[in-house]
């Protein structure tokens, strides 16, 4: 995928819909639109999925927590945000099957009264999610309880509930969704910053944009300029008015990663209440375990660090509830991500604003869409497009038809297709299993790069390959090593010593690929290290 191409696009064509911001949302818009027919552009200041897209809990859920305060507070919005949730589940799980599957997740109860209490709220989930539900919760005795999910701490123990959520790989998700974009004919480029709004007879008619790598300022002109930019929404606001009120507040989403035998390869854990009120995941994550995810006020930054308090806090938690107990030396990997929440001046902290979204325009027409959660992107940009063509009098060709478009790599998946991987190419189960999970049915073409003499893997005892990396260079617009190590593989989110050790080796494939020079290697090497030296 040349990024070249996508910039002289950018320069050269008026579109009906510039996207700003290449996160989730973002790439979801593209997407609507270009299936729709519409002409779109998508600019993001960073990589694809840099901020607050990678950095989710991986899970593709209606949201346990949100449905408890919508029974409780009698709140529509949570009520209707968990519905909505629980409908996008099913189609991410069936238009993106190589990178997303259920998961079970298992609640551990230490008080008798608790499980008519969560079995009844767990019942009421599956209700919610109607014919898109996965399987029904049940309730699993102690003996059941300790055997999937040995590492839970037995005294005390009564028993647990098991439901089934959804999990995914968040960043190639994201990256995903902007090739399909591309595919149906959007224009898409990273490292390409918003430094002001055009303006023509007061309306908002394009944007000036520089890019971040060329070190080139130029105007993209469109009918309708689209924020779509997470935590950093009111941001771009206020490029259009300097005044604007704001309209987001952030909060942070620390996760931290351990090693396997720190949970079970296949069930999950739901801590129901922390200190604070709050829950806590445990999840199995591609070899590793997953664990947060915190929820305080956050200043707003481009690149987050997870706190040391934060840390301790999920450390804490998990030492409660298990019987092996983590220690800060066992943590493999550190990050934090800024959830954009609509603000609400009724709420008392940030865990009691709503994930919602909602759309505004502002006088000028610039046109923002803000909150909701990774879960409902497909229905953030439905609802978004939607706006767009009956405010514009737009008559495209089609109307939305993403709930039935698969993403890059899903069409073809084959659960089994690991076992030809292997077959044909002699790969190790480990690796051919990740490869067929991670590309779809795009698997193949990876694998005959490796085949083609770049098979050795990037780092002892992970699965990723060298080939990933010319793949990432070639067909998913990576352009710098982070990009390759964070989010077209996720080395740098599971074991960020790892990825340190494999940053020369990425970096020198990326060279050979797009034509460094021996200065901007050791820039962009230094850069990612110290990146992922600073938890990202």
Request: charged content about 25%; hydrophobic content about 40%.
């Amino acid at each position: 995928m040349n990024r070249q191409r996508q910039l002289d696009q950018l320069k050269n064509r008026t579109f009906d819909l510039l996207v700003i911001g290449g996160g989730a949302t973002g790439a979801g818009i593209a997407l609507d639109a270009a299936t729709r027919g519409l002409n779109v552009a998508l600019v993001e200041r960073g990589d694809f999925s840099e901020g607050t897209s990678s950095r989710s809990t991986k899970l593709v859920h209606g949201g346990v927590r949100y449905l408890e305060a919508a029974v409780k507070h009698l709140d529509k919005v949570q009520y209707n945000l968990v519905r909505d949730a629980l409908r996008e589940r099913g189609v991410i799980l069936r238009l993106a099957p190589h990178l997303a599957h259920p998961i079970p997740l298992l609640t551990p109860l230490y008080k008798a009264w608790e499980v008519p209490y969560y079995f009844s709220g767990l019942k009421a989930y599956d209700l919610l999610a109607g014919h898109e539900r996965l399987k029904p919760s049940r309730f699993v005795p102690r003996s059941r309880a300790l055997k999937e999910f040995p590492q839970l701490k037995e005294e005390g123990l009564v028993g647990g509930v098991e439901y089934y959520d959804g999990q995914f790989d968040d960043a190639r998700m994201n990256v995903a969704v902007v090739l399909t974009a591309l595919r149906e004919g959007a224009t898409a480029a990273n490292y390409t910053e918003v430094t002001g709004l055009l303006k023509e007879g007061g309306r908002t008619r394009g944007a000036e944009v520089h890019d971040r790598l060329g070190d080139e300022t130029f105007v993209v002109r469109a009918q309708t300029v689209v924020n779509a930019t997470g935590p950093f929404t009111d941001t771009i606001r206020r490029l259009d008015d300097p005044d604007a009120a704001p309209m987001v507040v952030t909060s942070s989403g620390v996760h931290i990663v351990l090693p396997e035998r720190f949970s079970p390869p296949g069930t999950g854990l739901l801590i129901p209440k922390t200190e604070d009120g709050r829950v806590l995941f445990v999840l199995p994550w591609m070899g590793h375990t997953l664990a947060g995810t915190t929820d305080e006020p956050a200043d707003l930054s481009f690149h987050p660090k997870p706190t040391e308090e934060e840390i301790e806090y999920i450390l804490r938690h998990l030492q409660r509830y298990f019987a092996l107990k983590p220690e800060r030396s066992d943590i493999l990997a550190s990050w934090s991500g800024l959830r954009p929440l609509v603000k609400d001046p009724e709420a008392h902290d940030t865990a009691e604003l709503a994930r919602d979204h909602l759309i505004s325009e502002s006088q000028s027409g610039l046109v923002t869409i803000a909150g909701g959660k990774w879960t409902t992107y497909r229905k953030m940009a439905e609802d978004l497009v939607d706006y767009v063509v009956r405010t514009r009098e737009l008559h495209p060709p089609h109307g939305c038809i993403t709930d039935r478009v698969f993403i890059e790599g899903g069409a073809g998946y084959d659960p089994e297709g690991w076992r030809q991987l292997v077959e044909t190419y002699g790969l190790e189960e480990d690796v051919a299993r990740y490869l067929n999970n991670s590309y779809g049915d795009r698997a193949g073409e990876v694998a005959a790069l490796a085949d083609g003499g770049f098979g050795e893997r990037l780092a002892d005892g992970h699965p990723f390959l060298e080939a990933e990396i010319v793949w990432a260079a070639r067909a998913e617009m990576a352009v710098t090593p982070i990009d390759a190590l964070a989010r077209r593989t996720r080395l740098a989110f599971l074991d960020q010593k790892a990825a340190l050790a494999a940053l020369k080796r990425t970096a020198d494939l990326m060279a050979a690929e797009l034509g460094w020079g021996v200065r901007e290697q050791e820039a962009l090497i230094e850069a990612a290290r110290s990146r992922i030296s600073e938890a990202l």
